[in-house]
Nanobody
Framework: QVQLVESGGGLVQAGGSLRLSCAAS????????MAWFRQAPAKEREFVAV????????YYADSMKGRFTISRDNAKNTVDLRMNSLKPEDTAVYYC?????????????????????WGQGTQVTVSS
């Protein structure tokens, strides 16, 4: 089991920035690719970004490229999401998720069903 706990959400004005953090415990953190997803009310859970277990490779959803940055610290068992130039449409609950690295190259890394563990989420609200 891997336990994931997100933090850092809150209320921010449009154009502002937030940094989300996800703390992992349980199994070996460096065995997992880590991702962020988000879910707005009445919408499906949406891929935001993923980072490989080494931290060397990252992928982003097109609408987040250039504004969001995912990073990880394997020594601290944390994965962060830095969000800049926030827009009201970024309002959602943000979740971190873990996927065993052995499955990573099977693809579907932007699909929620591919992930093994999830946090409880943290609310991000962007006011206009």
């Amino acid at each position: 089991q891997v336990q994931l706990v997100e933090s850092g959400g809150g209320l921010v004005q449009a154009g502002g920035s937030l940094r989300l953090s996800c703390a992992a415990s349980g199994r070996t953190f460096s065995d997992y690719a880590m991702a962020w997803f988000r879910q707005a009310p009445a919408k499906e859970r949406e891929f935001v970004a993923v980072i490989t277990w080494t931290g060397r490779t990252t992928y982003y959803a097109d609408s987040m490229k250039g504004r969001f940055t995912i990073s990880r610290d394997n020594a601290k068992n944390t994965v962060d999401l830095r969000m800049n130039s926030l827009k009201p449409e970024d309002t959602a609950v943000y979740y971190c998720a873990a996927r065993n690295r052995l499955k990573f190259y099977s693809g579907n890394n932007n699909s929620p069903v591919a992930y093994d563990y999830w946090g409880q989420g943290t609310q991000v609200t962007v006011s206009s």
